[in-house]
């Protein structure tokens, strides 16, 4: 192969590595969580407040520092069994976090699930102490796996069409994958017979990008 050619391959191989590193990264940030909240703000929990008779509630005061909130001072429930992200050595009086969660009401909720403090309560479904969200995270390990979990798509339709969480967009992007893997093997055994070099890593470079972006429209259907 001239010089060249091997640079332009040696290159695209390059491109699309990054692209496959960056693009899961890109999409967590641009494509909202699968459950819309009205509520995401910054707050600083200043208070215990109380807690359900069972323990699986949390009650909180917090003084919000940044973002949409019902006021500035608030009341934050933390559900063991329902908030994710939640851990109670990080998330204590004292320490500050982010939170997204929706308004909690007599209408909603009932008996010990809902208590009297004088100030909006608000049910969270999220708490992020770090760099990103949990779906955040839970979204990027799905789409780092998503080309090996696209190898089982063609196994997969079957038990698909006689499971109760089975939706036309799920189906869609099985079918999508099996085509996918079609489309990489036969790929895959033309390419052997070339002589360009670095055209196998190309190959599955694209595979995995792609791989990728099939799994996008069902992130929210994963987790």
Do not use: C
Request: aromatic share 12%; no cysteine.
């Amino acid at each position: 192969m001239p010089v060249r050619g091997r640079s332009s391959t040696r290159r695209l191989a390059v491109l699309l590595a990054v692209l496959v590193l960056l693009l899961p990264v890109l999409v967590v940030h641009l494509i909202p969580t699968d459950t819309y909240e009205p509520f995401v703000f910054r707050a600083v929990l200043t208070e215990h407040l109380a807690q359900s008779e069972s323990g699986k509630l949390q009650y909180f005061r917090a003084n919000v520092v940044e973002g949409n909130a019902p006021a500035s001072s608030i009341v934050v429930a933390l559900d063991r069994a329902y908030t994710r992200g939640y851990r109670p050595a990080d998330v204590a009086a004292g320490a500050a976090a982010w939170f997204q969660g929706s308004l909690m009401t007599p209408d909603i909720f009932y008996g010990e699930q809902y208590l009297f403090f004088g100030l909006p309560q608000v049910y969270t479904r999220q708490v992020k102490t770090g760099l990103l969200w949990p779906d955040q995270w839970t979204e990027l390990r799905v789409l780092y796996l998503s080309p090996v979990e696209t190898l089982a798509a063609p196994i997969q339709i079957p038990f698909l069409i006689h499971s109760d969480s089975f939706t036309y967009t799920i189906m869609a992007v099985l079918v999508a994958r099996t085509i996918l893997v079609g489309l990489a093997v036969y790929a895959l055994i033309r390419s052997r017979r070339s002589p360009r070099r670095g055209t196998t890593l190309t190959l599955l470079e694209l595979y995995a990008l792609f791989a990728m972006l099939i799994t996008i429209p069902i992130l929210g259907d994963l987790f």
